[in-house]
């Protein structure tokens, strides 16, 4: 078991971004530490773009405000801003982080927004700015005004301000950093292999998200089937093409150069942002009974962590997490004995009853056909045709087309209701549901929503999105032909 000397040798290095020195740092305590503990350990370097705020300085009617008051967010680009409010600056309340791509979007496509100010609670947060289309992992445009998170009380100051406010950001990006993935092996008796991760990349002190995870990465004991205990780079930050799918770049880099050697890898587990009072496990639809009588467990499928980027090679995952904790990307995420404990003694024994359980049991494919019949309301009467052969009994005949259904699954997002959600068939869902905003689907792009000029624009309109339906229409049902194929 990793003691508390070992493990405050690995956080005392604060803030971990990709491709920072102190990503080099953790990686060779992390790496000496695994070598301890694991028969092999083995270290992959990947390009990764890395962000730097060099220094910045702000006033307010000419007062300086302290730098506990405000951060400069993730990807803001140097700037030098004089203005009022009124004229040059935005500023906006939200409940969650995940609507300031929203928020951001309206500001750099205004004329006037030289910058944009938010606020939320007394914390202070990072999150990575970005520009739409959303959930593209190429490339996108790199954010062009700078956004600062700031306090309550701050804000409360600036709203009233009448005079100027004067912002002097410099920061710097590195799109030929290089960030480390860290894998210590324990060999097992069975040719299957299971991969449990976390990342290590954090903002501020981040103790649970993610450090926590890698104290039970350390304390992973023996199994039959081989184990392959993995730390990520950049999953908080690091594509170096500012894609809008800013996060798990690491892991998807990692999955994409074993793209076909991937059938031995049976199950990954994924470990981020954890808490005691509210942990759950997400499970991909097939293998919630490995783990519903261990942890609080929904079949689900999150795409805001690496063990989607296992889901999108066709790996099932199981997903424990706390998306609800109060210290999500904050200053307040700090050493907390009591998750300490749980992640080091509790969390590891409860990884190998997941374990044993999945080695023990079938998958169950009803879940996966009842996930598919919920998923059909949007579909043309072709594919429907297709995807009613999908059955528990095909399934169980051939492990690869259930893979192979994963990976047809996508994330989708709309301003509406700001958290991304995951479709089998991603385009059709979005062109059925485009009616009451524009809605962005994972390397798809942004269907537009259209208002009708009264003059038969709603009409070209419908044709345009016909054209989409049918063209993904005949994708998708390609990609279930060929993995039907053999049995006709």
């Not at 919630?288 to 063990?307: A, C, F, H, M, Q």
């Not at 949007?378 to 492990?399: G, I």
């Not at 994708?475 to 032909?481: F, K, L, V």
């Amino acid at each position: 078991m990793i003691n508390e000397n070992d493990f405050y040798t690995l956080i005392k290095e604060g803030e971990v971004v990709a491709g920072s020195k102190e990503e080099r740092n953790i990686y060779l305590k992390l790496s000496s530490l695994l070598k301890e503990r694991t028969d092999q350990v083995r270290v992959e370097q990947i390009r990764v773009m890395n962000w730097e705020l060099k220094h910045s300085k702000f006033y307010v009617n000419g007062e300086a405000i302290p730098e506990d008051k405000y951060v400069v967010l993730p990807y803001s680009p140097s700037s030098y801003e004089k203005g009022t409010l009124e004229k040059d600056f935005m500023i906006s309340k939200i409940n969650s982080l995940l609507e300031l791509p929203f928020v951001y979007e309206k500001c750099y496509s205004s004329e006037t927004c030289k910058a944009l100010f938010i606020y939320m609670d007394d914390s202070l947060r990072k999150f990575v700015l970005k520009s739409g289309p959303f959930l593209q992992r190429k490339y996108s445009k790199p954010p062009t005004v700078p956004a600062l998170y700031i306090t309550p009380e701050l804000a409360s100051k600036v709203e009233k301000n009448k005079g100027d406010i004067e912002l002097q950001i410099e920061t710097s990006f590195n799109p030929y950093s290089v960030g480390f993935i860290i894998e210590g092996i324990l060999n097992g008796k069975r040719e299957s292999s299971i991969y449990i991760t976390a990342h290590h990349d954090h903002w501020f002190n981040g103790f649970r998200d993610n450090m926590a995870s890698l104290l039970t990465l350390l304390n992973i004991e023996r199994s039959e089937s081989e184990l392959h205990l993995v730390s990520f780079t950049a999953e908080e930050s690091g594509s170096p093409s500012f894609s809008s799918w800013s996060w798990s770049y690491g892991s998807l880099n990692f999955l994409e150069k074993r793209k076909n050697k991937l059938d031995n890898i049976t199950l990954n587990i994924n470990l981020d942002n954890l808490e005691t009072s509210n942990i759950e496990a997400l499970a991909t639809p097939g293998i919630s009974n490995i783990v519903y009588r261990l942890l609080n467990t929904k079949i689900e499928i999150d795409p805001y962590n690496d063990g989607y980027s296992f889901i999108k090679y066709g790996i099932p995952s199981i997903m424990i997490e706390s998306r609800s904790s109060p210290v999500y990307h904050s200053n307040k995420d700090d050493l907390d004995k009591k998750i300490f404990s749980y992640a080091i003694k509790e969390l590891p024994i409860l990884i190998q009853k997941i374990i044993g359980n999945y080695i023990d049991s079938n998958k169950n494919y009803k879940e996966v056909t009842d996930f598919i019949k919920n998923e059909s309301s949007y579909l043309t009467t072709n594919l429907k045709s297709y995807v009613t052969n999908l059955t528990e009994e095909l399934f169980r005949k051939d492990e690869m087309i259930y893979r192979n259904i994963l990976r047809l699954c996508g994330a989708t997002i709309t301003p509406i209701d700001s958290t991304a959600n995951v479709k089998l068939f991603p385009v059709l869902y979005g062109v059925s549901n485009v009616n009451k905003s524009y809605i962005d689907i994972e390397n798809f792009g942004r269907i537009d929503r259209l208002i009708d000029n009264g003059y038969g624009l709603l009409r070209e309109y419908l044709i345009y999105l016909d054209a989409i339906k049918e063209e993904y229409s005949e994708i998708y049902i390609n990609e279930i032909y060929n993995a039907l194929k053999k049995f006709f």
